[in-house]
């Protein structure tokens, strides 16, 4: 029997909501800034009324707020954080609808979806002239979705229930002894790689590339906010091909791979790396890297488009790492990525799909999942050829050792199949929109895998359908299942609970 939510429920539900609201509209001060230095006046209510929805609501929840705010329990948590992936990049799309570079409101929220759960697809026409504040705007969505717009509240507020907010999001790890402290600790990290990251691209802008100090930091800014938290919108719609720089490309792929380690992984890197190498989540992950790059640069030499070998090796390596980290940076068109074909096709659709580790930015199945569904592969075939009565130990190496439970692999290979399940719902709806199955694929692995590489298929031209199927394919990606069940559960037992 289902038993309906109580109307206290409901109302610390909406009382955090409010609260995560209120905060995102709050953000929108920063883009209001740049749009008053730049002299963007026809810009400036965009912002205001973002800013104005974003205060209404969270005052809203204030007045509905429970006189004594009950605990929020671990459902309720998790129904806050679903609602919250939904309502916030819905928010987030005011400016950008508003700002008349879009077709439809459908179109705006479609870009603030995909910028929020740091997909980095987009349906934007004229990418290139962009006022700097909407471009601001539109890259710090990234920041906020990688980061985590739970997160960010997290670090605000505090309270009871906070716990799930946090695995809400598809957090597991707890670095330090409390959530918030441990939210506040993964914001250090960022900043820390954002204030080396912004500072290197600047001056590579400044000295290498002959940029005016503010264009230098304007194109350092998105790229490090799209790389650190592999959301991939670039300032220029040829991505890093429009900058030929291999200094660029390489800041930019040392930030994607530390966005896409945990931040448990950074904790310990900064202590010391004495156990990182034992994981077997940073095994698995090395492993897929050197994989599926190889597999790579050999499709490309076979096909051969590519001859110079320094122009394989960065052409081939940087496009795994992009799509391996989930982040969706290209220095090749759309048109080009699709004409390799073969065995790099293939190598990097299976990179977006099994995604990075776990806790970071990045999406996809993740290397930790990956890595125990194989160990138990092993296991199960080492039962089957050893005698009958042999004891085999189910254990691994996750920051110590630990015990692989028949529950632990169950729920690992339901979440990878989970995956799976949807890059083929995906690709369904995109062959039966007349696209080949390759291109549907690959583009439906992008979206649920929050990565951001595109074949084409992605265009302001893209049926409305598939522009809310993939809507949905990175919601659905970014908060890894759980969370959706629970707000699923929720609205169930409102409608038809006792």
Do not use: C
Not at 433 to 444: I, N, V
């Amino acid at each position: 029997m289902l038993i309906r939510p109580h109307r206290d429920d409901i109302r610390l539900i909406g009382f955090y909501l409010g609260r995560i609201l209120a905060l995102t509209g709050l953000v929108g001060v920063l883009p209001l800034l740049i749009a008053v230095m730049s002299a963007e006046w026809g810009a400036i209510g965009w912002y205001m009324v973002m800013i104005g929805v974003g205060l209404l609501l969270g005052g809203a929840a204030e007045w509905i707020r429970p006189h004594d705010e009950p605990p929020l329990r671990w459902g309720d948590g998790m129904v806050v954080v679903a609602l919250t992936w939904v309502l916030i990049p819905l928010l987030g799309s005011i400016p950008l609808y508003l700002s008349g570079r879009f077709g439809s409101f459908l179109d705006a929220a479609f870009e603030g979806m995909s910028g929020f759960t740091a997909t980095g697809l987009t349906v934007l026409a004229d990418l290139d002239h962009l006022p700097t504040s909407l471009t601001v705007w539109r890259q710090t969505t990234q920041f906020l979705g990688g980061q985590g717009i739970v997160l960010a509240a997290l670090t605000v507020f505090a309270g009871g229930g906070i716990l799930a907010l946090y695995h809400g999001e598809a957090r597991d790890e707890r670095i330090l002894p409390s959530v918030t402290s441990t939210a506040r600790f993964i914001w250090a990290v960022s900043v820390w790689h954002g204030l080396m990251g912004i500072t290197a691209l600047a001056l590579i802008g400044v000295i290498r590339l002959g940029y005016e100090p503010n264009r230098a930091l304007l194109h350092a800014y998105s790229i490090f906010v799209g790389a650190f938290d592999t959301g991939g919108f670039s300032p220029m719609s040829t991505s890093l091909a429009y900058y030929r720089s291999p200094a660029v490309e390489f800041v930019t792929a040392w930030l994607m791979i530390a966005g896409t380690l945990s931040f448990g992984v950074h904790f310990t890197l900064f202590r010391g790396p004495r156990k990182v190498w034992q994981n077997l989540e940073t095994k698995t992950l090395i492993g897929s890297y050197l994989v599926t790059s190889t597999v790579a640069m050999l499709g490309l030499v076979l096909i051969g488009s590519i001859e110079e070998p320094m122009v394989l090796l960065r052409r081939g390596v940087f496009h795994v790492v992009s799509a391996h980290t989930s982040t969706g940076f290209s220095t090749v068109s759309s048109s080009d990525l699709a004409s390799w074909g073969g065995l790099t096709f293939a190598a990097i659709a299976t990179a977006m799909a099994l995604g990075g580790m776990g806790s970071s930015t990045s999406g996809g199945v993740k290397a930790l999942r990956i890595g125990l569904t194989l160990k138990t592969l092993a296991n199960t075939i080492r039962e089957i050829l050893l005698p009958e009565h042999t004891v085999i130990r189910r254990t691994y190496i996750q920051n110590g050792r630990r015990q692989l439970t028949n529950d632990l692999a169950q729920s690992v290979m339901a979440v990878s199949l989970l995956f799976v399940a949807l890059y083929l719902v995906g690709a369904l709806v995109g062959i039966a929109h007349g696209y080949p199955l390759q291109d549907a694929l690959f583009e439906s692995v992008s979206a649920a895998g929050t990565v951001g590489l595109s074949v084409g298929i992605t265009s302001p031209s893209m049926p409305d359908l598939m522009k809310v199927v993939y809507m949905l394919l990175m919601w659905a990606g970014r908060l890894e299942f759980i969370a959706i069940f629970a707000l699923i559960g929720f609205t169930i037992s409102s409608v038809v609970g006792e």
